[in-house]
Every structure is written in structure tokens, then in C-alpha cells.
């Protein structure tokens, strides 16, 4: 299974450790994805992808009790096994199915739509499902 590359909103409240500090900061201490983070996060400023409360923000801004930083990013997930999923079983509580196991069952980390949930939404109008 391949999920073509698309764009993805991260959000997230401000955490009180980093009220008062600067924004850019913040993330290239919190979130050191990339070999040059600091950098990364600069450019994703002036290019409007991380914003504050909706609203485009500069290296400068520092970080206030309350604000919603969202993070625009384009993803890109690593693809998964191909093989069906097969549900085995479904009733008014479960659903249980045999799955390939590079599949994961729940976003997270690199994966948000090669997962089990996102699939057994997708191809089977499953939703709301809980793994348990």
C-alpha cells in the first residue's frame, strides 16, 4: 500500500514551560526533527506553515498562555504490505481481522493513513473503532 504524499495539520496548546520564551526556540529544542532544526522552523515561519492562534509568526514571538501553535507540514508515508486486510470476525462490540504485521494499527510517528484504523475506515466504513 502506497499513500500518496499528502499535507497535514499538527496542533497543539502551549505547554507552561514554554510560556515567555520564544517560539523558535521552543520548537527547535522540542521538536529537533532535522539536522539544521532551527533553521527548518525559521523558514516555516516566513513561509506561513507555523503559525500561532491562525496567524502567521516571526522568530521573535514569544509564547503565551493559551495560544494554539499549528504546524503545516507535507507527509510523506513510508509504504506498507499490500496484502488485504481480512476481517474475521465483526459484531455490535468487536472486530477482529488478520492483518499484515508491517501495518500499524494506530497512527502514530510516520504513519497517519497506512494504518489499520485509517484503512478499516477507508475500505470498510468502519469507524470509531477502539483497539483493544
Known sequence: RVCPPYMFEFGSCIKGRWIRQPLLDVFSREFPYFDDSRGYYEEAMKDGRLRVNDQ???????????????????????????????????????????????????????YRRNTLLAILAKEHSLFDLHPV
Open 56 to 110: 502567521p509568526t516571526d522568530a521573535k514571538y514569544l509564547c503565551r498562555d493559551g495560544d494554539i501553535i499549528t504546524h503545516h507540514v507535507h507527509r510523506h508515508e513510508p509504504p506498507v504490505c499490500s496484502t488485504p486486510v481480512t476481517i474475521i470476525h465483526s459484531s455490535e462490540d468487536f472486530v477482529v481481522v488478520d492483518k499484515p504485521s508491517s501495518i500499524p494499527v494506530h497512527p502514530g510517528g510516520r
